[in-house]
């Protein structure tokens, strides 16, 4: 079995939690995710199997998710699972204010990580210093927001907003969360977070693990094929014969002036073949996922 799942992760488990139950499900050893998901959030979590393993790192890099945020509260972690550090009433917060903030937050921003978070410094997770109550300065890091598009806005004590991020890969919401909250000296939190797309997957999509396990049993499962989310990726086909040189390792030249990363097929049979990249006329072997015997 080869390909990807586009799996939907549940609330509490997380991320190697759900590698593991499927290598389990599966019976196969070469399990690996794209994207890593906080326990607490839910939401399109992609997962590779057999030699799609391969793949991961040529996905695309672009997420998009459903979040709240809580002004008022403060916390450890940024979010609801950590302990409070402040909490205070702020009902005189506006949602005008808080849409002229949201600018500030658009586009290419420096971000520090939640110190609770898997980021390495000096080769040690951030979470495994914090647990052991090490103080360590984080690094900012520049992250990219395409757009944050205002979805609900509910008063009160500790007024909540909903919002949709769509940004690039490494961005924390609840990062944005915090910072939000600084800005009127509140405290910000993330509430909830949902992942609705994550490297070419779709939420509409994706499926739970129980929902997998049903059609585990009922023989219909059926991954997603292999260069299914490589569709960003401009394609190349090439007769047999070039074809197996390719898989062989040798550079093919092409008459093509496309520079940059391709899907490679033989031309006969669509078979996907794997990634190369084009390099002024010549096509270099970067992956070979499908070799021609």
């Known amino acids: 079995m080869q390909g990807f799942i586009n799996l939907d992760k549940q609330f509490g488990w997380t991320s190697h939690d ?42 695309p890099s672009d997420k ?21 550090i ?12 808080v849409k002229t903030a949201l600018c500030q937050f658009i586009g290419k921003i420096e971000q520090i990580p939640p110190i609770y978070s898997a980021i390495q410094v000096e080769g040690k ?23 944050i598009d205002v979805l609900d806005w509910r008063e009160g004590d500790f007024p909540e907003l909903d919002v949709a991020i769509a940004c690039g890969s490494g961005t924390y919401i609840r990062a944005i969360a915090r910072d939000l909250g600084a800005i009127f000296h509140t405290g910000g939190t993330l509430a909830a977070l949902i992942r609705t797309h994550s490297s070419g997957f779709n939420l509409t999509d994706s499926l739970t693990l129980t929902d997998l396990e049903t059609q585990l049993q009922a023989g219909t499962f059926e991954p997603t094929p292999a260069d299914a989310a490589l569709q960003y990726l401009p394609s190349v086909t090439l007769p047999s014969i070039s074809a197996q040189k390719w898989c062989q390792g040798q550079r093919i030249e092409l008459n093509l002036e496309t520079v940059g ?33």
């Open 86 to 97: 402040t909490s205070q009433p702020c009902a005189g917060l506006s949602l005008s204010e």
């Open 64 to 84: 998009a998710y459903k979040a709240t945020v809580r002004f008022g509260v403060q916390t450890t972690t940024d979010d609801l699972q950590g302990e409070i």
């Open 125 to 147: 997770r951030l979470y495994d210093l914090a647990r052991k109550g090490e103080t360590i300065e984080v690094p900012a890091r520049t992250v990219e927001v395409f757009s």
């Open 18 to 59: 759900c590698v593991a139950r499927l290598r389990k499900m599966l019976r196969l050893k070469r399990v690996g995710h794209a994207g890593t998901l906080d326990p607490a959030a839910t939401g399109v979590l992609p997962i590779a199997v057999g030699k799609a393993t391969r793949l991961l790192q040529y996905l």
């Open 261 to 293: 990363k391709v899907r490679v097929y033989q031309a006969e049979t669509t078979i996907f073949l794997g990634i190369g990249e084009l390099q002024t006329g010549v096509l270099i072997p970067q992956m070979v996922f499908e070799p021609i015997s």
